[in-house]
Each structure stands twice: as structure tokens, then as C-alpha cells.
């Protein structure tokens, strides 16, 4: 019904940029909150930022002042701009979307991406 595809991810430096992006498609009435989530090997799967519908954002501590999350309603696509990027932050990044399917109940859901990997040497 609902797929969100995540890309851009890959091998970038310590102190590098990278951007991420997710596009969701299939049944969507609307969509409540994005964000972006990451797993590292061995650990729990954390939040790193979402991003409403009327645009406030929150972000992880950790990543505050290096990482801004925005989205394009039109496009149903939200984005994530990593700079200063740290070996820490190596991780699977995934995305996930609260949205409204158009279905007969118009129910809400959480859907994931399939997560895309960033890896950061020192």
C-alpha cells in the first residue's frame, strides 16, 4: 500500500556532508510526521530527527547543529543533510513516515524504509 525508499547513502570522511533523501508513494492521504532513525551494529535503533506536517522539528541531542531534516509535502519527500559528519555516526539510517492511508478507514500507520547505510572513517 505504502512504500518509503530511502537513498543516498555511502563512504564519506570524518568532517564530510552527506544527504539523505525518502520518497513516499502508494495510498497516502497525508502524511502526519517524517523522521529519520539510525541503527548501529549492536545497538538499538535511535532517533535522529522527524519533521512535521506544519514543519517543527526535533532533533537528537547528538546530532544537533550538524544535521537539519526538512521535507517537500508535494513530493512526499523528506530529506537529511549530515555535515561535520563523525565516525560515530556510522549507522544504518532509516526513515519512517506517519501516514494516513487511502483506504476505507482511513487509518494511520507507522511504514519504514528499508534503511540505507552511511559509513563514516575516521
Known amino acids: 500500500q505504502v512504500q518509503l525508499v530511502e537513498s543516498g547513502g555511502g563512504l564519506v570522511q570524518a568532517g564530510g556532508s552527506l544527504g539523505l533523501s525518502c520518497v513516499a508513494s502508494?495510498?497516502?492521504?497525508?502524511?502526519?510526521?517524517m523522521g529519520w532513525y539510525r541503527q548501529a551494529p549492536g545497538k538499538q535503533r535511535e532517533l535522529v530527527a522527524t519533521?512535521?506536517?506544519?514543519?517543527?522539528?526535533n532533533y537528537a541531542d547528538s546530532v544537533k547543529g550538524r544535521f537539519t531534516i526538512s521535507r517537500d509535502k508535494a513530493k512526499n519527500t523528506v530529506y537529511l543533510q549530515m555535515n561535520s559528519l563523525k565516525p560515530e555516526d556510522t549507522a544504518v539510517y532509516y526513515c519512517?513516515?506517519?501516514?494516513?492511508?487511502?483506504?476505507?478507514?482511513?487509518?494511520?500507520?507507522?511504514?519504514w524504509g528499508q534503511g540505507t547505510q552511511v559509513t563514516v572513517s575516521p
Open positions: 519512517k513516515g506517519l501516514i494516513v492511508v487511502s483506504d476505507t478507514y482511513y487509518n494511520t500507520r507507522n511504514y
Open positions: 502508494g495510498s497516502i492521504f497525508s502524511i502526519n510526521l
Open positions: 519533521i512535521t506536517s506544519q514543519g517543527s522539528t
